[in-house]
């Protein structure tokens, strides 16, 4: 299909597995350099600042008064955010994330409903103890077949090497 032959492919193929594993390597490691350049410069808590103000594990920035009055921006601001400014903040910053709610609502209809025993066991109280351990058990089965498929590649590779070269 792409005019190019087949036993050319083959041929192509480490060679440009290589040359992508050491361009992903590359960038991974200038991006781990960059972190760590800014984390030994003092500034790894600007890294982590957005995070935390999005987890609500950090407190906003203050946004800077104007000396002079502007009714259009107060009303702008009144229209926009009428609902935050009447509610308290939780004392957990975890239960106002929409997010955590969603997912929490998930596991609560995905796990089958059962009586609890008198002695709750740690493991079973967590309600997303089960979506972890099948997501792990499917990526172990995901990686086994990756691992034999690859195996089979590099077994079919190296013993056409050894057959040409005997």
Do not use: C, H
Not at 68 to 95: R, S, Y
Not at 138 to 156: F, H, M, P, R, T
């Amino acid at each position: 299909m792409s005019g190019i032959g087949q036993e050319v492919l083959k041929q192509m193929l480490p060679v440009m597995a290589n040359a992508m594993v050491g361009g992903f390597l590359r960038q991974v490691a200038d991006q781990f350099r960059a972190a760590g350049d800014a984390i030994t410069a003092g500034d790894g808590a600007k890294l982590m600042e957005p995070w935390l103000r999005a987890s609500g594990m950090a407190q906003q920035p203050e946004t800077p008064t104007s000396s002079f009055p502007n009714p259009f921006l107060d009303a702008m601001q009144a229209m926009m955010a009428p609902a935050a400014a009447k509610q308290e903040k939780p004392a957990d910053p975890f239960a106002a994330n929409p997010f955590l709610q969603m997912l929490g609502a998930m596991n609560a209809a995905m796990s089958p409903q059962q009586t609890k025993p008198a002695t709750p066991d740690p493991v079973e109280t967590a309600p997303s103890s089960n979506i972890f351990s099948q997501m792990f058990e499917s990526g172990i089965e995901v990686q086994k077949a990756y691992q034999s498929n690859l195996d089979s590649i590099l077994n079919s590779y190296f013993s056409g090497a050894k057959s040409r070269a005997e």
